[in-house]
Antibody, heavy 119, light 108 residues
Framework: QVQLQESGPGLVKPSRTLSLTCTVS??????????WSWIRQPPGKGLEWIGY???????HYNPSLKSRVVISEDTSKNQFSLNLSSVTAADTGVYYC???????????WGQGALVTVSS | EIVMTQSPATVSVSPGERATLSCRVS??????LAWYQQKPGQAPRLLIF???TRATGVPARFSGSGSGTEFTLTISSLQSEDFAVYYC??????????FGQGTKVEIK
C-alpha cells in the first residue's frame, strides 16, 4: 500500500519560497508508470493542481503557476519536492502530494500540509 | 479551455435518502471522468473512475453514470459518513488536471 507524507514549514513569509517534501513509502517513485503530483486547496475552496514529476523525471506544471514552480525528486530517498517562489497570501492553503496514474487519476493522497503565507 | 461545472453547489439530504450530483464538461471526455469525496480535515479520496467504476473499497451505494459531457454521481441511501464535498475530474483532454468546483452534501 503506497503512503505519502508531506513535510515542511507551516509558515512562509511573503515573497519567499515555499518548500515542501513528500516522502513515499510502499513503492518506488521510479517504478511503474506513475506521476508524482502536488495539489493545493485554499481555505474553504476547491482543488488546484500544481504539477507533477513523472516516473521518467519529466515535469509538467499548471500554466497559471509555471513561472514560480519547480518540482524535483531525490530517488535515493524516495522523495519528491515542491518549490513555489515569490509567494503571497493567495498561496496559503493545504498542500497535498499525490500519486496519479498514467491517465492522471489521483489514486493516492498524502494527508496534506497547511502552509500559511504571512509576515 | 475546458470548463467543468458541478451542480448543485450544495444539496441538503436526509439520512437514508438518495442524493444525485451532476458534473457537466464543456466538451466531450468520453468516459474519462472520476469522482472524489472529501470530508472535513481530510484529503480527498477516489470514489469512481472511468465514469462508473467504483474504486477499491467503495460501497455499492455509490454509483456513477454518464458519458460525453454529462455525468452523475448517485448515492442511493445516504449514511452519516457520506456527508462531504464531492469533486469531479476529467482526464480525457488537456489540461487533464482540472477539478470541478465541488458539491457539498449536507444533512437536511
Amino acid at each position: 500500500q503506497v503512503q505519502l507524507q508531506e513535510s515542511g514549514p507551516g509558515l512562509v513569509k511573503p515573497s519567499r519560497t515555499l518548500s515542501l517534501t513528500c516522502t513515499v513509502s510502499g513503492g518506488s517513485i521510479t517504478s511503474g508508470e506513475f506521476y508524482w503530483s502536488w495539489i493545493r486547496q485554499p481555505p474553504g475552496k476547491g482543488l488546484e493542481w500544481i504539477g507533477y514529476i513523472s516516473y521518467t523525471g519529466s515535469t509538467h506544471y499548471n500554466p497559471s503557476l509555471k513561472s514560480r514552480v519547480v518540482i524535483s525528486e531525490d530517488t535515493s530517498k524516495n522523495q519528491f519536492s515542491l518549490n513555489l517562489s515569490s509567494v503571497t497570501a493567495a498561496d496559503t492553503g493545504v498542500y497535498y502530494c499525490a500519486r496519479q496514474s498514467v491517465t492522471l487519476i489521483v489514486g493516492y493522497w498524502g494527508q496534506g500540509a497547511l502552509v500559511t503565507v504571512s509576515s | 479551455e475546458i470548463v467543468m461545472t458541478q451542480s448543485p453547489a450544495t444539496v441538503s439530504v436526509s439520512p437514508g435518502e438518495r442524493a444525485t450530483l451532476s458534473c457537466r464538461v464543456s466538451q466531450s471526455v468520453g468516459s474519462n471522468l472520476a469522482w472524489y469525496q472529501q470530508k472535513p480535515g481530510q484529503a480527498p479520496r477516489l470514489l469512481i473512475f472511468d465514469a462508473s467504476t467504483r474504486a477499491t473499497g467503495v460501497p455499492a451505494r455509490f454509483s456513477g453514470s454518464g458519458s460525453g459531457t454529462e455525468f452523475t454521481l448517485t448515492i442511493s441511501s445516504l449514511q452519516s459518513e457520506d456527508f462531504a464535498v464531492y469533486y469531479c475530474q476529467q482526464y480525457n483532454n488537456w489540461p487533464m488536471y482540472i477539478f470541478g468546483q465541488g458539491t457539498k452534501v449536507e444533512i437536511k
